[in-house]
């Protein structure tokens, strides 16, 4: 099936592929393609439109369940919740259904096991030059936020700005994932300060970070960058993680062969409908820009 969008600067479609030996859907938007594996229901690949050069870390073929399966990954957290690994579904089940909406969305339906967690809905669509990834559940009530991860290959350098006051004087903060982390201690070999900026280097020790709301942007091969921004939400917001330190990066030592670039939504309870949705942005820009 293929559906055709018109944009004002472009036009991108979204049709059946195959990638890697996976069932999939490509879009391209000028200069970059976007594929979404049915198999790993998740965006996989995110680079040059023909397909040299993915920005993303994506394992290739497919790793068996419990393995790291690469792509645009979404959980609900808190992740001390549910510890490692993640639900079934969330990370290791084929897309239950595929469909293309008349607007040019794809959309996702997720296999759904766990009772005690909604189901997901992932939908993915252009916007100008970026990629929106959205994805959609109806609350139970329990307050959950939205994490999205971007893994990306190592070796990382990436600069974010800090935002100091009293709360957080040091800009930025320990991001949890199960256990309460200790208060960051600076200076630290991964991190240099520089004025209200932090540079985070991958190689050196495993280490997540959280700064304010932000694009994370990261250099990569042949001059191309990769953006990574917050977007909207849908719902109730009734606090949020990490002292509202919410675009988070993880970097592992040298032994770990990816980094990730992570956006959370507050936490979320269900409007008046029991709608909840997160979204991010991702940017792949060509070297000419």
């Known amino acids: 099936m293929v559906v055709s969008v018109s944009r004002a600067d472009d036009t991108a479609r979204w049709q059946s592929v195959q990638w890697q030996g996976e069932a999939a859907w490509a879009s391209t938007a000028g200069s970059v393609r976007a594929v979404v594996s049915e198999a790993r229901s998740?965006?996989?690949?995110l680079g040059a439109a023909d397909g040299s050069l993915n920005l993303l870390n994506a394992p290739s073929p497919q790793p068996a369940a419990g393995q790291n399966q690469g792509g645009h990954r979404f959980w609900?957290?808190?992740q001390y919740r549910w510890v490692w690994p993640p639900l079934k579904e969330w990370e290791f089940s084929p897309a239950a259904k595929v469909t293309v909406r008349p607007d040019g969305v794809l959309v996702l339906e997720q296999a759904h096991h766990d009772p005690a967690y909604p189901a997901l809905t992932r939908e993915y669509a252009w916007d100008s030059r970026r990629l929106r990834c959205t994805v959609r559940w109806r609350s139970n009530?329990?307050?959950?936020?939205?994490?999205?991860?971007?893994?990306?290959?190592a070796p990382v350098q990436i600069t974010a700005r800090l935002l100091k006051w009293e709360e957080v004087p040091q800009g930025l903060v320990a991001a949890r994932m199960v256990d309460v982390?200790?208060?960051l201690?600076?200076?630290?070999?991964?991190?240099?300060?520089s004025g209200d900026t932090a540079t985070i280097r991958s190689?050196?020790?495993?280490?997540?970070?959280g700064f304010v709301p932000q694009v994370l942007q990261i250099d990569r091969a042949q001059g191309w960058k990769l953006a990574v921004a917050p977007g909207t939400y849908e719902g109730v917001a009734v606090g949020s993680a990490d002292q509202g330190y919410v675009s988070q990066v993880?970097?592992?030592d040298a032994n770990d062969e990816l980094a990730e670039l992570e956006q959370l939504s507050p936490y979320l309870i269900g409007?008046?409908?029991?709608?909840?949705?997160?979204?991010?942005?991702?940017?792949a820009i060509p070297p000419s820009r």
């Open 141 to 153: 009530g329990l307050p959950v936020f939205g994490l999205h991860v971007i893994p990306v290959n």
């Open 76 to 78: 609900l957290g808190p």
């Open 181 to 183: 982390p200790a208060p």
């Open 250 to 252: 993880w970097v592992g």
């Open 42 to 45: 998740r965006l996989i690949y």
């Open 203 to 209: 190689g050196i020790k495993r280490l997540k970070l």
């Open 271 to 283: 409007d008046s409908s029991g709608r909840c949705s997160s979204s991010i942005e991702v940017e």
């Open 185 to 193: 201690q600076l200076p630290d070999p991964a991190i240099t300060l």
